[in-house]
């Protein structure tokens, strides 16, 4: 890429804040849930079943927002998504009717789906090999500030301009950015070859086609691992507003430094979880164990989100979620770090878009049931106990299809497959 450190390090900042607007975009029904539920008459079920529609139109979409980011480049793909993501936004406050929110929140789920790829494509355009694993790691931390952000902004907005108001302005903020990027990346050239980085060339019996992926164990073994945890990430993104509201009577306004609180944890999870297993690998520790070991640490920090449905203290569950998504951050760290470790370059594209597609599908699931459960009345006991053993699942399922981690890597380094 043709631009100078500077410029390099402003379109990072731009693309943190894109991840940002992502996770405010999708984040503001749930904060917002007490105020809409009551103006639409919607029932538990009824959002539920929003979320879950969000949802799966983001896993379809996830099966071609590769191809077409690919075709845009990434200084056409950014603008356009994010562009695209905020008008479906900025229809959420036109919405009258539930067939309307049904069409706008579809809509939104399948343009953020580009959010993804396109970040990946744009740090690896700008970054130089050596510096991308610290870019992924920081966009993925800083990207968290979005749901921090979220309930610390939203409410006040809402309270002073209505529930509308606020899609309405955080999509407006959207489409400044893409004007914004526009202006930013006037000249450059994303083709271009990145500063010190060296030719790599594939192996030709390297085949990334729909095929050699699905009979391949390791994407498996990451697609089902992602299935597992993601629900956690998923249920409580969702509905964790509404778990402080229903559990201990928050309301929209007192719903802020909770939920803040608890993914600003998640953000030192993800630095932790990356940080640490990087260090252990830079003094020579063994790649199975290192990674394997995360992975457990991170599962066993899960287990006790089931206490946070039996105090009384908003402040001890906000510790506990807190921590739980602290570990997840780090578990979804590690598991995307996996796939470097043991995927060939040419197919580690394809096996996160796979990972993240079964991932999205596992959220639908867990979204509808617990809207069901809820309507049902009997709460978020299934929910919390199923969240306990997710990680342990998942770990064990990694376990059973890649025993030994260090002999694909040691496969790819011989240019096998």
């Not at 945890?229 to 998923?234: A, L, M």
């Amino acid at each position: 890429m043709t631009a100078s450190p500077v410029r390099r390090w402003l379109l990072f900042a731009l693309i943190v804040t894109a991840g940002v607007l992502n996770y405010v975009d999708r984040q503001i029904i749930a904060v917002l849930k007490p105020l809409i539920e009551v103006d639409m008459g919607w029932t538990d079920r009824d959002y539920g079943t929003l979320a879950s529609l969000f949802q799966l139109s983001a896993a379809v979409a996830f099966v071609g927002t590769g191809w077409i980011v690919d075709r845009l480049g990434v200084r056409w793909a950014n603008p356009i998504g994010v562009a695209a993501w905020s008008l479906a936004a900025i229809g959420h406050a036109w919405a009258r009717s539930w067939t309307q929110f049904v069409a706008v929140r579809l809509a939104l789920g399948a343009t953020e789906a580009m959010g993804t790829p396109t970040g990946v494509k744009t740090i690896a355009a700008i970054f130089p090999p050596n510096r991308r694993s610290a870019g992924f790691g920081l966009a993925n931390a800083a990207s968290n500030c979005g749901a921090i952000v979220t309930p610390l902004i939203v409410p006040a907005i809402a309270l002073a301009w209505g529930w509308r108001g606020a899609f309405l302005i955080t999509g407006v903020l959207g489409l400044l950015w893409a004007v914004g990027w526009l202006v930013v990346t006037r000249g450059i050239r994303f083709d271009a070859p990145v500063v010190d980085e060296p030719v790599v060339d594939v192996p030709a019996r390297v085949d990334p086609s729909s095929y050699v992926l699905l009979r391949d164990r390791r994407s498996w073994a990451v697609a089902i691992a992602k299935l597992l945890s993601d629900q956690t990430w998923w249920l409580l993104l969702f509905w964790m507003p509404d778990f402080f509201h229903r559990r201990f009577g928050l309301d929209v306004a007192a719903l802020a430094v909770p939920l803040a609180t608890v993914y600003a944890c998640a953000a030192i999870g993800s630095v932790i979880g990356g940080t640490v297993p990087a260090r252990l690998l830079d003094r020579g520790y063994d790649l199975d164990k290192v990674r394997k070991g995360a992975l457990l640490v991170s599962a066993l920090l899960v287990l006790p989100i089931p206490l946070a449905l039996l105090t009384t203290d908003y402040r001890i569950a906000t510790a506990i979620l807190g921590l739980v998504l602290a570990a997840h951050q780090g578990f979804s760290t590690n598991i995307f770090a996996l796939i470097a470790d043991v995927v060939p370059p040419a197919r580690v594209g394809s096996v996160t878009a796979f990972g993240a597609l079964v991932g999205n599908l596992g959220g639908m699931a867990i979204l509808y049931t617990a809207g069901v459960l809820l309507s049902a009345g009997i709460g978020y006991w299934p929910l919390f106990l199923f969240a306990a053993i997710s990680y342990l699942l998942a770990l064990g399922f990694v376990r059973v299809m890649l025993p030994r981690l260090g002999r694909y890597r040691d496969a790819i380094a011989a240019g096998a497959d």
